[in-house]
């Protein structure tokens, strides 16, 4: 991998980054508003703060593929090549940050009694 080749990889997983946090956004927004609406929530600003944690971190790990082709480039000398399985991955990746943000807040939000 040459340096413009690993610019094109950083730029494809960025270009991307946008639908990432739309998705992980709204299965949070959708499981808040119907937690939140069959439950006695009371807000606290501590909520607030742990959303915005929960974002940032969720965004850490969206970083960690352009960090796994790198490793894969670097390391193993391109032999996996996962180049060709970064849409899998970014799908996968979505699907399954959307589905873990949703049930988090589902159970934060809608089930305050189990914690």
């Known amino acids: ?11 494809w997983w960025e270009s ?7 998705a992980v956004g709204l299965a949070g927004v ?14 606290y600003r501590t909520d607030v703060l ?8 969720a965004n850490i790990l969206y970083s960690s593929g352009t960090l796994i ?10 032999a996996i090549r996962l180049k060709n399985l970064r849409g899998l991955f970014f799908v996968v ?14 159970m934060y939000f809608a089930a305050p009694h189990l914690w």
């Open 1 to 11: 991998m040459t340096i413009e080749e690993l610019r094109g990889n950083i730029k």
């Open 69 to 78: 082709e790198l490793f894969d480039w670097y390391y193993l000398k391109n």
């Open 93 to 106: 990746g979505t699907v399954f940050s959307c589905l873990w943000t949703f049930y988090n807040a589902w």
């Open 30 to 43: 959708i499981a808040i508003y119907y937690a939140t609406s069959y439950s006695t929530f009371i807000w």
């Open 50 to 57: 742990g959303i915005i944690i929960w974002g940032i971190g």
């Open 16 to 22: 991307k980054r946008w639908i990432f946090n739309l």
